[in-house]
């Protein structure tokens, strides 16, 4: 079965409006720790924002923030106000175990396209 | 700039070559990871160190691949009798001991014809 399942392969958005990259993760472990990057077309894996299992309080880092909806298993990223430069592929990654953990595992990637 | 680099960024090679790649880690950061990324695909987890010592390998790697981290520092992933399959971009992350998130480097693309 899939860990991590991210259903949108792309999605487009105007620039300014906001946008929300779903994902759904599958574990039994009660704690995990959940993670989006952003790969533009450079290659390189920047690091958005974490979420871990037992957190109260959804993630936020500026324009990004993390739904989490622990019951449901998704951990959707929402973007704000998007811009011309966060066009990219989007992965959601699950660390199963606590932060000595070490399985991590990507899901298959969302490509995002903002619109002038 | 204290950022993951990885060496060579590109490597052409035929099949049936060994090749070898670097990663660099940022300092301080005692743990180091190797994953496979093809086209289209997110990261696939190849092996994992604590310092010199490689804790984890995935079922992935195959008996032609072999990573080190010699002084629990950089590190080197070593691919010998390379076959067309083994096309993919590398990436090398690596984390700090009190953090949750791992930084990439960009990566190591591979071409095998």
């Known amino acids: 079965a899939q860990k991590i399942t991210q259903t949108q392969p792309g999605m487009f958005v105007q620039e300014k409006e906001a946008v929300t990259l779903d994902c759904t993760y599958d574990?039994?472990?009660?704690?995990?720790?959940l993670f989006w990057y952003k790969q533009p077309s450079s290659g390189e894996m920047i690091f958005l924002i974490y979420q871990g299992s037992y957190d109260q309080q959804n993630a936020t880092e500026g324009r990004y923030s993390l739904n989490f909806q622990k019951a449901r298993k998704s951990a959707n990223l929402v973007i704000s106000a998007s811009q011309l430069g966060d066009s990219a592929m989007y992965f959601c990654?699950?660390?199963?175990?606590?932060?000595?953990?070490?399985?991590?595992?990507f899901g298959p990637g969302t490509r995002l396209s903002v619109l002038p | 700039d204290t950022g993951v680099s990885q060496d060579p960024r590109h490597k052409i090679t035929k099949r049936g070559q060994n090749v070898t790649f670097r990663c660099d880690p940022i300092?301080?950061?005692?743990?180091l990871y190797w994953y496979r990324q093809t086209l289209g695909q997110g990261p696939e987890f190849l092996t994992y160190?604590?310092?010199?010592?490689?804790?984890?390998k995935s079922r992935l790697l195959s008996d032609r691949f072999s990573a080190e981290r010699p002084k629990g520092s950089f590190s080197t992933l070593e691919i010998q009798r390379t076959e067309q399959g083994d096309s993919a971009m590398y990436l090398c992350a690596s984390r700090h001991p009190g953090r949750d998130e791992q930084y990439f480097g960009p990566g190591t693309r591979l071409t095998v014809t």
């Open positions: 160190f604590q310092n010199e010592a490689q804790l984890e």
């Open positions: 300092s301080e950061h005692n743990r």
């Open positions: 574990t039994s472990d009660p704690s995990y720790g």
């Open positions: 990654a699950m660390r199963e175990g606590d932060n000595y953990g070490q399985n991590f595992v």
